[in-house]
């Protein structure tokens, strides 16, 4: 009998065990795991005209929109952690080229393909190389993915893409700081800038007279804030943007703590 109970003790005590190992992983440490790239690139260093990002908000977007799995792909094509935009990532190269983070496209996937997500590992130095279409990795036989996939270069395109945003938004629209611009840049972030344009141009020729065979981007560029001002009083639009900012005051305090040992 005393032995039933003693199993039945280590049972329970293992299934508890379990419990909180599980709660810890995807409550916290599943979230904290991409922690290094975030902190590191909200920075934006070496990036000319632009500020850096608040990296809670860059945390809070990828816990929002992909809760933090790296292999989703939207239903408008928006890839990886940060749930880039298209635009984002063309964005992006036109202002850095491929450079040392490759994004895959359909003219340079035959010579650049995919990466191995162990390549960082000290024993797998070889493996940051990149195979065309390599289902795995000759270095340790893992299954490849897509570069823009990968954690550290979606990390890196995706605070940029923010940063530009922002910094569109406060050169173009006249007296634009504090609440009102983090709202347009989350808001904008998720729409894509060249996709509230497309709308705005829709709406322009069908109002205003004159713009019917085509609206100059100095006229559309003028409708950005009172289009963002409409838009955002939507009360959908502001849940959305409110859920960000509340899981950014979430993640505000590990992030600061982890920020403030690197720096020691």
Same mark, same amino acid.
């Given at each position: 009998m005393k032995i039933k109970v003693a199993i039945l003790f280590i049972i329970g005590v293992l299934v508890v065990a379990f419990t909180v190992f599980s709660v810890y992983y995807y409550r916290i440490g599943r979230n904290d795991q991409y922690d290094e790239y975030i902190l590191k690139y909200s920075k934006l260093e070496g990036e000319?005209? !632009? @500020?850096? $990002?608040?990296?809670? /908000? =860059? @945390?809070?977007?990828?816990? =929002? *929109?992909?809760?933090?799995?790296?292999? /989703?792909?939207?239903?408008?094509?928006?890839?990886?952690?940060?749930?880039?935009?298209?635009?984002? $990532?063309? @964005?992006? @190269?036109?202002? +850095?080229?491929?450079?040392?983070? /490759?994004? $895959?496209?359909?003219?340079?996937?035959?010579?650049?393909?995919?990466?191995?997500?162990?390549? +960082?590992?000290?024993?797998?130095?070889?493996? +940051?190389? !990149?195979?065309? *279409?390599?289902?795995?990795?000759?270095?340790c036989g893992r299954r490849t993915v897509e570069a823009i996939i990968d954690p550290e270069v979606n990390a890196r395109i995706g605070t940029w893409y923010l940063a530009y945003i922002t910094a569109y938004i406060e050169e173009n629209i006249e007296?634009?700081?504090?609440?009102? !611009?983090?709202?347009?840049?989350?808001? =904008?972030? !998720?729409?894509?800038?060249?996709?509230l344009f497309t709308? /705005?141009?829709a709406q322009l020729r069908s109002r205003v007279k004159g713009f019917e065979n085509g609206?100059? *981007?100095?006229?559309?560029i003028r409708a950005l804030k009172p289009y963002l001002d409409s838009v955002l009083r939507v009360e959908q639009v502001r849940a959305?943007?409110?859920?960000?900012?509340?899981?950014?005051?979430?993640?505000?305090?590990r992030l600061e703590k982890k920020a403030h040992n690197n720096r020691a």
């Open positions: 000319p005209g !632009l @500020k850096p $990002v608040d990296p809670a /908000i =860059v @945390k809070a977007i990828i816990s =929002v *929109r992909t809760n933090f799995n790296p292999f /989703i792909t939207g239903p408008n094509g928006e890839k990886g952690l940060m749930s880039i935009p298209e635009e984002g $990532v063309e @964005k992006f @190269k036109d202002y +850095h080229g491929e450079g040392d983070f /490759i994004i $895959v496209t359909p003219e340079n996937e035959k010579k650049l393909g995919y990466v191995c997500p162990n390549r +960082h590992f000290p024993d797998h130095k070889k493996a +940051h190389e !990149l195979y065309f *279409r390599a289902v795995n990795c000759p270095v007296g634009i700081d504090g609440e009102d !611009l983090l709202n347009f840049s989350i808001f =904008v972030y !998720l729409s894509g800038l060249e996709t709308d /705005i141009e609206v100059p *981007r100095e006229a559309t959305d943007i409110d859920k960000i900012k509340k899981e950014a005051e979430r993640f505000r305090p």
